[in-house]
């Protein structure tokens, strides 16, 4: 049963720094991984999605990387910005398909002036 | 492109009510849409997956008598909270799954409705 674990889960810098969020899977069998972004009350965006072939992407100031064999995956957030300030999911298919998703608990960011 | 509508937003209603949240791909087609609900503070659980044009296949634990789901269309699914209660009180959030080929098969997700039952 693939299981999916966030740390840390909650997270408070000052604004400048390059932060480091990981995210790890129990099952290596995955045909991609996501990531998302949550503000309070809302719904999800979709940053990243790594296919099981790749070993990294970047967009901006993101860079999402996975490492299958290990079961992890850090998502790299370079010069934090306030408005980076949100809960941040990562997310890979239930064990044996490539529809379902099982997220993690995700990482509450706070970045602060 | 790829974006997701809900609605409504927000509802509140009385206990013993039903409830219907409507989730739409405004910019292209979803064979397939999932359902989640999310409790404060904890993260998304899926439901049900909604496929357009069969019966939807819920998720261990979840009533189907209870989420009554739909899926019309293929640019629109709906959940149904019937006799709704206090518990059912949650943000469900609906996603859409755009079929681009090979093992892609990326979600998007609609910004959520949140649900109150007094």
């Known amino acids: 049963k693939q299981e999916v674990t966030q740390i840390p889960a909650a997270l408070s810098v000052p604004e400048g720094e390059n932060l480091v969020l990981n995210c790890s899977f129990t099952?290596?069998?995955?045909?991609?991984l996501q990531w998302f972004r949550q503000d309070p009350g809302k719904g999800l965006t979709s940053l990243l999605l790594i296919q099981s072939s790749q070993r990294e992407q970047t967009s901006g100031r993101l860079n999402a990387s996975l490492d299958k064999s290990s079961g992890r995956s850090t998502l790299y957030i370079a010069a934090s910005q306030p408005g980076d300030s949100a809960t941040y999911l990562c997310?890979?298919?239930?064990?044996?398909?490539?529809?379902?998703?099982?997220f993690g608990a995700g990482t509450r960011l706070a970045v602060h002036p | 492109g790829a974006v997701v509508s809900q609605h409504p937003s927000w509802v509140i209603c009385k206990s013993g009510t039903s409830v219907k949240i409507e989730c739409r791909s405004l910019?292209?087609?979803?064979?397939?849409m999932f359902w989640y609900r999310q409790f404060p503070k904890q993260s998304l659980m899926l439901m049900a997956t909604?496929?357009?044009?069969?019966?939807?296949?819920?998720e261990q634990g979840v009533e189907k008598d209870k989420f009554l789901i739909n899926h019309a269309s293929l640019t629109l699914s709906t959940l149904t909270v019937t006799s709704a209660h206090p518990e059912d009180s949650s943000f469900y959030i609906c996603?859409?799954?755009?079929?681009?080929?090979?093992?892609?098969?990326?979600?998007?997700f609609g910004p959520g409705t949140r649900l109150t039952v007094l």
């Open positions: 099952d290596s069998a995955i045909y991609n």
């Open positions: 997310a890979v298919p239930f064990s044996g398909g490539y529809n379902k998703l099982i």
């Open positions: 909604s496929n357009e044009g069969s019966k939807a296949t819920y």
């Open positions: 996603s859409a799954q755009r079929l681009a080929g090979g093992q892609r098969n990326e979600q998007f």
């Open positions: 910019d292209f087609q979803a064979t397939t």
